[in-house]
């Protein structure tokens, strides 16, 4: 290649194609603010745009009610020292992405990281709704995939669990059938 030919590179981490920000180039749907900034640990892969994302609950302890208020102590003490305990699972029309940020002590501590699975590494999705005491629901969205699993708790209604897990199969199917899987 001669050297007068301008060559393209992809974008170096936490930086997208010059534009728009990464919610608007590879999103056709609405990304919090709070996601958006764990979108900055990853890179989008050529032509990849996000199908729907959803943010998980990083205290989860347990459905039982003891549990969950142990849980809801820990947010408490943890958002008063500048902390957090973020989750989110990012679906794209290429990928599965879930993306943890871990903070205590107004970042003394912090931790983030992004696991990435191919889609056709992704064998079943699924929800679940666990309620105890007649009134105290705990609502679940699993994927498993040859090698992972993961069981997060999320703060959403039935509908939009459904629509979640409807979306998810949808771009398992199309990338199943695609790939001749």
Same mark, same amino acid.
């Given at each position: 290649?001669? &050297?007068?030919?301008?060559? *393209?590179?992809? +974008?170096?981490?936490?930086? &997208?194609?010059?534009?728009?920000? +990464?919610?608007?180039?590879?999103?056709? !749907?609405?990304?919090?603010?709070?996601? *958006?900034?764990?979108? $900055? *640990?990853?890179?989008?892969? +050529?032509?990849?745009?996000?199908?729907?994302?959803?943010?998980?609950?990083?205290? &989860?302890?347990?459905?039982?009610?003891?549990? /969950?208020?142990?849980?809801?102590?820990? /947010?408490?003490?943890?958002?008063?020292?500048?902390?957090?305990?973020?989750?989110?699972?990012?679906?794209?029309? *290429?990928?599965?992405?879930?993306?943890?940020?871990?903070?205590?002590?107004?970042?003394?501590?912090?931790?983030?990281?992004?696991?990435?699975?191919?889609? #056709?590494?992704?064998?079943?999705?699924?929800?679940? /709704?666990?309620?105890?005491?007649?009134?105290?629901?705990?609502?679940?969205?699993?994927?498993?995939s040859l090698t992972e699993h993961w069981n997060l708790?999320? $703060?959403?209604?039935? +509908?939009?669990?459904?629509?979640?897990? #409807?979306?998810?199969?949808?771009?398992? !199917? #199309?990338?199943? $059938?695609?790939?001749?899987?």
């Amino acid at each position: 290649m001669a &050297f007068d030919q301008q060559q *393209q590179f992809p +974008p170096q981490r936490g930086q &997208f194609p010059p534009g728009d920000p +990464p919610s608007a180039a590879h999103s056709s !749907v609405p990304v919090s603010p709070k996601m *958006q900034d764990a979108l $900055t *640990q990853v890179d989008m892969l +050529p032509g990849e745009q996000i199908v729907y994302g959803i943010q998980a609950d990083g205290f &989860f302890l347990g459905s039982n009610p003891v549990l /969950k208020t142990v849980g809801a102590i820990q /947010k408490f003490f943890t958002t008063l020292t500048g902390g957090h305990i973020r989750v989110f699972l990012v679906v794209t029309n *290429q990928r599965l992405m879930v993306i943890r940020s871990i903070q205590f002590m107004c970042g003394c501590q912090r931790m983030k990281s992004v696991t990435t699975m191919a889609l #056709a590494g992704v064998k079943e999705a699924g929800s679940s /709704k666990d309620t105890q005491l007649c009134c105290i629901n705990t609502r679940t969205v699993s994927v498993r995939s040859l090698t992972e699993h993961w069981n997060l708790v999320v $703060t959403m209604s039935d +509908p939009e669990m459904k629509n979640f897990v #409807a979306n998810l199969s949808a771009v398992l !199917v #199309a990338h199943s $059938t695609r790939a001749g899987v």
